[in-house]
């Protein structure tokens, strides 16, 4: 019989929750009981929890609530599912609860021996993280509720910069977790349009019975970032930003979230960027500005004027 057949065939044995010897495992499939003892390590180092009882009456067996379990996982598997479910809490997820529950049931299927190099694995990740400053899950499980049954969802949406809210009707495509925030991407019947609309702005939302269709060849990922940066409306306008310092500060650089969607060359010590004039003067005296002096702008020399302006107009208003 092949290695897969026996090691199945004891699976099966084990699995009628009578303790069985591995001389009784040994006899029955006519094969070694040393290779018995093989297969059991293989089945036990795959997540099948299995109880081992020492002594002239011992045996094995399975743990019980394995008889329940549709699926299992070996140690490193285990705490991989632990390590997510530490960055979603951390990032605020909105099914903390259920998460909680789920990842719980790992432990109930898993003897001492699993459990305990599972945990070596668990514990070994802490993520540190901004704490969010609202509770969103009630409004982000209505969301995910929406998008699962395509519903369109109607929301009080206080935009930036604006004093009052307004009421939108959305076709909710996806639920985003970007930089920190969580967002709803989806159709928006007032702009006739996609437009992304930031979860911790819904002051209400309501759950219509208005169904929808989501596109086939809807990529979120894209849509959102188009949204999100600004569009180069004439090429005759683009400019060179060419901007020099150590390694370290220039990959920073080129892997920002907004500069780094723009990067044409990298070296070392050396990356260009390619912006309209109007982006350069009016996004990145701000987001370069941090950097201070580990960084050296080179060209456009408008840029330079524009950042002394910025930082005079900031001079400005704390000296008043």
Same mark, same amino acid.
């Given at each position: 019989?092949?290695?897969?057949?026996?090691?199945?065939?004891?699976?099966?044995?084990?699995? +009628? !929750?009578?303790?069985?010897?591995?001389?009784?495992? /040994?006899?029955? *499939? #006519?094969?070694?009981?040393?290779? @018995?003892? $093989?297969?059991?390590?293989?089945?036990?180092?795959?997540?099948?929890?299995?109880?081992?009882?020492?002594?002239?009456?011992?045996?094995?067996?399975?743990?019980?609530?394995?008889?329940?379990?549709?699926?299992?996982?070996?140690?490193?598997?285990?705490?991989?599912?632990?390590?997510?479910?530490?960055?979603?809490?951390?990032?605020?997820?909105?099914?903390?609860?259920?998460?909680?529950?789920?990842?719980?049931?790992?432990?109930?299927?898993?003897?001492?021996?699993?459990?305990?190099?599972?945990?070596?694995?668990? +514990? !070994?990740?802490?993520?540190?993280?901004?704490?969010? /400053?609202?509770? *969103? #899950?009630?409004?982000?499980?209505? @969301?995910? $509720?929406?998008?699962?049954?395509?519903?369109?969802?109607?929301?009080?949406?206080?935009?930036?910069?604006?004093?009052?809210?307004?009421?939108?009707?959305?076709?909710?495509?996806?639920?985003?977790?970007?930089?920190?925030?969580?967002?709803?991407?989806?159709?928006?019947?007032?702009?006739?349009?996609?437009?992304?609309?930031?979860?911790?702005?819904?002051?209400?939302?309501?759950?219509?019975?208005?169904?929808?269709?989501?596109?086939?060849?809807?990529?979120?990922?894209?849509?959102?970032?188009?949204?999100?940066?600004?569009?180069?409306?004439?090429?005759?306008?683009?400019? /060179?930003?060419?901007?020099?310092?150590?390694?370290?500060?220039?990959?920073?650089?080129?892997?920002?979230?907004?500069?780094?969607?723009?990067?044409?060359?990298?070296?070392?010590?050396?990356?260009?960027?390619?912006?309209?004039?109007?982006?350069?003067?009016?996004?990145?005296?701000?987001?370069?500005?941090?950097?201070?002096?580990?960084?050296?702008?080179?060209?456009?020399?408008?840029?330079?004027?524009?950042?002394?302006?910025?930082?005079?107009?900031?001079?400005?208003?704390?000296?008043?």
């Amino acid at each position: 019989m092949p290695k897969l057949d026996n090691i199945l065939a004891i699976l099966r044995m084990l699995s +009628t !929750s009578e303790k069985i010897t591995a001389k009784q495992i /040994s006899e029955k *499939l #006519e094969i070694n009981i040393r290779t @018995v003892y $093989r297969y059991i390590d293989t089945l036990s180092t795959s997540g099948v929890p299995i109880i081992s009882y020492p002594g002239h009456n011992g045996g094995y067996t399975l743990l019980k609530e394995f008889f329940e379990a549709p699926l299992f996982f070996d140690a490193k598997e285990q705490a991989s599912l632990f390590h997510a479910a530490v960055f979603a809490e951390e990032a605020g997820y909105y099914g903390g609860e259920v998460l909680k529950r789920a990842i719980s049931k790992l432990g109930k299927y898993s003897n001492q021996e699993q459990e305990a190099k599972v945990n070596q694995y668990a +514990t !070994s990740l802490e993520v540190i993280s901004r704490v969010n /400053s609202s509770p *969103l #899950e009630p409004i982000l499980q209505e @969301v995910e $509720r929406a998008v699962a049954s395509r519903f369109s969802i109607k929301i009080q949406y206080y935009k930036n910069g604006k004093n009052q809210s307004k009421y939108r009707l959305v076709d909710p495509y996806k639920i985003i977790f970007w930089n920190n925030k969580w967002y709803i991407i989806g159709f928006c019947h007032f702009r006739e349009d996609i437009r992304s609309f930031r979860a911790d702005r819904i002051e209400d939302l309501l759950v219509t019975e208005n169904k929808f269709d989501c596109p086939n060849d809807f990529l979120a990922s894209d849509s959102f970032l188009q949204n999100l940066l600004p569009t180069i409306k004439d090429e005759k306008e683009i400019v /060179s930003l060419v901007i020099v310092g150590d390694t370290s500060t220039i990959n920073d650089i080129c892997q920002h979230w907004f500069l780094g969607n723009y990067l044409h060359e990298k070296s070392a010590d050396q990356a260009v960027f390619l912006l309209e004039k109007d982006i350069t003067h009016t996004y990145v005296p701000h987001l370069l500005l941090p950097y201070a002096k580990s960084i050296q702008i080179i060209e456009p020399a408008s840029l330079k004027k524009k950042i002394i302006e910025v930082l005079l107009e900031l001079l400005k208003f704390y000296q008043e």
